[in-house]
Each structure stands twice: as structure tokens, then as C-alpha cells.
């Protein structure tokens, strides 16, 4: 049976370690099918995906949590967001060929930005360059940075689902941990996973199967779907931010301004009669 498009907390009763898991099909789906994404294209947009669900499981508020890449490989941006309530989107650029597998050859020279912009209060971003080849392990290092807790990433990517594995240490109570080789225990059976494991079983299961010896809570799954935050409010409210003047003078030369979301593809169309209601005008010359 599939368990697709879920979040998933988990909890180990005897240690300080909680854990989550991800698993995403139509969602994914949604998303590569709004762009002719070459195929390791898709596999690190499946795995940005998976790794902005992760770690919106951090997340304490109203929000949107997004991953993003800037680079000067073949693979120019890869984005990915996921809300609080975990609608997710993602995109990315590129041009020419792009390599399997090595982030170092798609993102050339990169660095990994993790921003948390909240409903309401201060946004918040957290950089770290691209070292290592594997998305994950920048992930992993971008937590050791930050947050100084230590956290166990993997991500898996077969063109068709996206799935990912997160452990975390939490600070022990009262400073101490009785069994003081369990994450290393813990991380290294999770390191054990295979592909076909993460995306065939439910959490149950797989967790049995890794972790039989241990105590596990289990929390209920949580749907994540495909959806994208754009909207004609958002697009109308772009669009008086560029400010009467310069909106009039691209409407002199265009007739109408158009905006496409590069998420998802919607379309929006503005005419001047529309415009003028956006700046209250009866008539600007």
C-alpha cells in the first residue's frame, strides 16, 4: 500500500531523539508537470521538496519555510516551499545539460539559503555554502550551524515519489542521556534505508523494521498537497508596489501588463481599465 503526499512525526520514548518522515507522490507529480524538468532535474527538486516538508516540522507558527539554491552550474535556482499547514511548490532554472547526481556539477558554485518567513514577525535566513555532493548533507550541515543540534537527513528520489527520513537530537533533560550511544545507534540503522523501503511501507512498518528494539510513538500522518501561494491579490499588490508612475509608463507601451507565476503557471492579465482601479484613478495622463 503507498502512503503518499504525508508528514509524519515520530518519537523515541527512551531518548531524547524525535524523528519525522516524508512521503511525496502526486504532489511531486504537480509540480514536475508544470515545467519540461530534464530527469536529475526532478530528482534534486524531489529531494529540495522533501527536505522544505522536513523541516517545516520545525516550524511553531503560521508560516512558509523554503529552501533555495543559487548557482552558476547548469542548474541556475532550485527552490522549494513548504507552508505550516504543508502545501507545498517548488521550481528551478536552468540551462544546458544537466549532470547526474553531483550538486557541485548542476549548482557549480552555490550557496544553500534556509528562509523562515512567518505570518507575522521577522523573517529569518540561515546560509550555508554547498560543500558536499549530496543535498542532505548541506542540510545536515546547515542544522549543526544554526541550531547546534545534531540531525540526520536522507532523501530519496526515484523520478516518481520523493521521500525523506529526519532524526533530531533534543536537548537532554536535565543534561544527561542514559544511554549515551543511542544516536549513534539510531542514525546509523536509519543509514540502512533503501529507496524501496521508504516509499512501499507505512510508518508503522518501517519504523518496526528499523527500530524493533526500540520505543517508538508514533503521531498520525498529516496530508501534504500542491498548491501555490500566488493569487490576483498578491499579483495586484506587486503591482501598485512598483508604484503609479512606472506601472502607467509600461501600460503606455504594452496596453496591458501581464504576469505569469513561474510556479504554477497562472496567468494574470491586467487592462487599464483595472489598472486605474488599483491607484483609485479616474483618469492618469
Known sequence: MKHSDTFQRFLFD???????LVRLNTSFEDVKQRKDYPKPLQALLGEA??????MSGTLKFEGILSVQARGNGPVKLLMAECT???????ISQWEGEVPEEKLSEQLGAAQLAITIDPTQGKRYQGVVPLE?????????????????????????????QAS???????????NEEKDSDAWNRLTQLASTLTSEEIHSLDGEALLNRLYHEEEVTIYPEEPVNFECSCSKQRTSSAIVSLGQEEVYSILAEQKAIEINCQFCNEHYRYEKAEID????????H
Open 132 to 160: 558536499s555532493e549530496k543535498l542532505a548533507d548541506c542540510l545536515i550541515h546547515y542544522f549543526e550551524q544554526s541550531e547546534q543540534l545534531s540531525t540526520h537527513i536522507l532523501l530519496f528520489c526515484d523520478n516518481e
Open 14 to 20: 527512551n531518548h531524547q531523539i524525535r524523528g519525522e
Open 277 to 284: 482601479q488599483l491607484f483609485g484613478n479616474k483618469h492618469f
Open 84 to 90: 505550516h499547514d504543508k502545501k507545498i511548490r517548488a
Open 49 to 54: 521538496l522533501v527536505a522544505s516538508v522536513l
Open 164 to 174: 525523506g527520513l529526519f532524526l533530531q537530537q533534543l536537548p537532554a533533560k536535565n
